[in-house]
């Protein structure tokens, strides 16, 4: 790692030297020096904004993309624990959109484009002024995102010894990483394979 690090900057080193020389002997006027300070400086930037490992540029994405899921997922969440407080067992119902926005803590605006985004990804059958139809796939996916978060509030209350009353918000912050390996480990853990586990607190 370290020699492939001095092997860059050496690189960038030799090209800004190039360019600076190269464009101070085609214009006369422009001191070299200054011209490779420039090109190494302007390396610089690109390579903090655009860098596919640490770059501002990829970074603002990530946490736009990271932004977009937690939403998407919290919208399909409250739909089904909605859906679950109107039928037992829990059918694919039409909920209401005060109701969600009661759930969450949702700007009307923020619901919106939450919602916008549902439907351009087909979580969302149908939409009315009033509620909230999720699609049949919405609806699997809805019961896939509650049965990890109930899974990992399970194994905070069990393990981690936090208040079920409180354990909803500490699932809240790591939910949106679990991956199917965690998954699997978490119903392991708590022998509790296939099924949605009832939710510890109210809902």
């Known amino acids: 790692r370290l020699d492939f690090m001095l092997l860059f900057a050496a690189l960038i080193g030799a090209l800004s030297g190039w360019l600076g020389a190269s464009f101070s002997g085609i214009f006369s006027d422009m001191p070299a020096g200054a011209i490779i300070v420039i090109v190494a400086a302007s390396i610089f930037l690109i390579s903090m904004f655009f860098g596919t490992a640490r770059g501002v540029v990829p970074r603002l994405r990530d946490q736009a993309h990271l932004k977009r899921r ?9 739909a089904y624990e909605l859906a679950e407080r109107q039928s037992e067992p829990v059918k694919n119902v039409a909920v209401s959109r005060q109701a ?13 484009k939450i919602l916008e985004r549902a439907k351009d990804e087909d979580h969302i059958e ?71 586990p009832r939710s510890p607190h109210a809902v």
């Open 70 to 78: 937690v939403g998407r997922q919290h919208l399909l969440r409250a």
């Open 100 to 112: 969600m926005l009661a759930h969450r803590s949702w700007s009307p605006r923020e619901f919106r």
């Open 126 to 196: 149908a939409s009315s002024a009033d509620t909230i139809h999720l699609s049949e796939s919405g609806f699997g996916e809805a019961a896939r995102v509650t049965r990890n978060h109930r899974l990992w509030e399970l194994y905070l209350i069990r393990h981690a010894d936090i208040a079920p009353s409180h354990v909803d918000r500490d699932a809240d912050m790591v939910e949106h990483i679990l991956g199917a390996e965690l998954v699997r480990k978490l119903e392991a853990e708590l022998g509790d394979e296939g099924t949605l």
